[in-house]
C-alpha cells in the first residue's frame, strides 16, 4: 500500500477544501462503529484464514468516501507525501496522515483493530510467533510508541491515468500488526478503469499464487501484512502475502490505507 522512504512533508497543490467534517472528534464514529460491528465477522475471519484476505462490504458511505478524497490536497493533515516514481515503487502517490488523525480515520483503526486482533494472536500462535496483541489499539499503539514507532501510518492514494502500485509489505519496524485493511474511495467502471487491488502468495517451494479481489466503493479488504498460517500434510507453514495495485486505464482512484502499527 504504503513503504517508508525518505520523505518530505506534505504540500498542497491547490486551493484548501474544508475538512471540518472530517476533523471532528466523533460526529461520525458512533455511526461506524454500529457498520464495523455489523459485519460478518465470523465470516470474515473465515476467509481470512482460507485465502489471506476478506472483503468488509459497505464500510465506508459514499458520501464518507467523497469527504476523504476530498482531502488529499489539504496539507494540514498529513506528514509526509510520496511520489511513487522517485523510489521504484510503482507510479501515482500518497500521503501519511499526521497526528490527530481525523476522526473517521481514528474510528476506523479504533474498532477495525480489536476485531482483528484475535485473528491475529491466532495466526501468530499457529506460526510459533510470540507476539500477541492487546485488545484494545490504543496499547497496542503505545507498545509501538516505547519502540520509537511513534509516527502514524494511515495514508490516501491517488492514482491517475497508467498509474500501478508494485508488490510490496507494509512493515515500518519492529512491531507488526499482522493485518491491515485498505478502502477504496472511488467508483470502478465511473471514476476509474483498471487499478484492481492485487494479492500474491507465495509458498515454500511451490510458484506464486496471484488474486484480484474485487472492490466496491466503500468496500474495504482486510488482508495479511506479511505472512499467514496454512495448514499442510506435515503440519503449520507460513505464507508470505504482498499487495499492489494493477495500472489504472482510464480515470483517478482513490484508496485509504489503514495500517495499524506506527512507523519508526
Known amino acids: 500500500m504504503g513503504r517508508r522512504a525518505q520523505t518530505r512533508p506534505?504540500?498542497?497543490?491547490?486551493?484548501?477544501?474544508?475538512?471540518?467534517?472530517?476533523?471532528?472528534?466523533?460526529?461520525?464514529?458512533p455511526e461506524l462503529a454500529a457498520r464495523i460491528a455489523g459485519l460478518d465477522w465470523n465470516g470474515i475471519g473465515?476467509?481470512?484464514?482460507?485465502?489471506?484476505?476478506?472483503?468488509?462490504?459497505?464500510?465506508?458511505?459514499?458520501?464518507?468516501?467523497?469527504?476523504?478524497?476530498?482531502?488529499?490536497?489539504?496539507?494540514?493533515?498529513?506528514?509526509?507525501?510520496?511520489?511513487?516514481?522517485?523510489?521504484?515503487f510503482g507510479r501515482g502517490e500518497y500521503q501519511y496522515f499526521a497526528y490527530p488523525l481525523p476522526a473517521t480515520v481514528a474510528a476506523l483503526r479504533e474498532h477495525l483493530y480489536p476485531r482483528l486482533a484475535p485473528i491475529a494472536n491466532r495466526w501468530n500462535e499457529a506460526m510459533g510467533v510470540d507476539a500477541r496483541y492487546p485488545q484494545r489499539?490504543?496499547?497496542?499503539?503505545?507498545?509501538?510508541?516505547?519502540?520509537?514507532?511513534?509516527?502514524?501510518?494511515?495514508?490516501?492514494?491517488?492514482?491517475?491515468?497508467?498509474?500501478?502500485?508494485?508488490?510490496?509489505?507494509?512493515l515500518y519496524g519492529e512491531h507488526v500488526f499482522p493485518l491491515q485493511v485498505a478502502?477504496?474511495?472511488?467508483?470502478?467502471g465511473a471514476d476509474f478503469h483498471g487499478g484492481e487491488f492485487v494479492l500474491t502468495e507465495?509458498?515454500?517451494?511451490?510458484?506464486?499464487?496471484?488474486?484480484?479481489?474485487?472492490?466496491?466503493?466503500?468496500?474495504?479488504?482486510?488482508?495479511?501484512?506479511?505472512?499467514r498460517p496454512v495448514q499442510g500434510a506435515r503440519g503449520v507453514y507460513r505464507v508470505n502475502l504482498r499487495h499492489g495495485v494493477s495500472r489504472v486505464r482510464a480515470g483517478a482512484r482513490h484508496t485509504l490505507g489503514v495500517i495499524f502499527h506506527d512507523a519508526a
Open 10 to 29: 506534505a504540500r498542497a497543490r491547490g486551493a484548501g477544501v474544508s475538512v471540518a467534517p472530517l476533523r471532528r472528534s466523533g460526529a461520525a464514529a
Open 46 to 88: 473465515d476467509a481470512l484464514d482460507a485465502g489471506g484476505n476478506a472483503v468488509l462490504p459497505n464500510l465506508l458511505t459514499a458520501e464518507e468516501c467523497a469527504s476523504l478524497s476530498a482531502v488529499y490536497d489539504d496539507a494540514a493533515l498529513f506528514r509526509s507525501r510520496i511520489v511513487m516514481a522517485r523510489h521504484g
Open 137 to 170: 489499539h490504543a496499547d497496542f499503539v503505545d507498545r509501538c510508541h516505547a519502540a520509537g514507532q511513534r509516527r502514524p501510518t494511515p495514508l490516501l492514494l491517488r492514482y491517475g491515468e497508467g498509474d500501478y502500485n508494485c508488490l510490496h509489505q507494509d
Open 183 to 188: 478502502i477504496l474511495l472511488s467508483r470502478p
Open 202 to 227: 507465495q509458498r515454500p517451494r511451490m510458484q506464486s499464487r496471484a488474486e484480484v479481489v474485487p472492490l466496491a466503493q466503500g468496500d474495504g479488504v482486510a488482508f495479511a501484512v506479511q505472512h
